[in-house]
């Protein structure tokens, strides 16, 4: 894994948890705990994406930043920030309880 590469899915991961948080307010971490879930759903989301598609034959996790793979670490860091945002603030919610 690059730096380049792993910027991309932090910052994508803390978007998806920002907007995850935004969309569904009753499991919202706050604006810094679903940036900071994202970030690291991010980074673990965009590496499962990277195992999942097989790394060197997609191009993703080579190193090489053509087009097809920012779109993938975006939305593999996006969806990765997003869920792990999500899972958090339902067991946050659950454990208030």
Do not use: H, W, Y
Request: aromatic content about 2%; hydrophobic content about 50%.
């Amino acid at each position: 894994m690059d730096v380049a590469s792993l910027i991309i899915q932090l910052a994508s991961g803390a978007g998806g948890g920002q907007l995850a948080g935004a969309l569904l307010k009753g499991v919202s971490l706050g604006p810094f705990g679903n940036m900071l879930a994202g970030a690291v759903g991010g980074a673990v989301g965009g590496q499962m994406l990277v195992s999942a598609l097989g790394g060197a034959a997609t191009g993703i996790g080579s190193g090489a930043l053509d087009p097809g793979t920012i779109v993938a670490q975006i939305a593999g860091g996006g969806l990765g920030g997003g869920v792990l945002a999500l899972v958090v603030g339902l067991l946050k919610r659950a454990v208030e309880r």
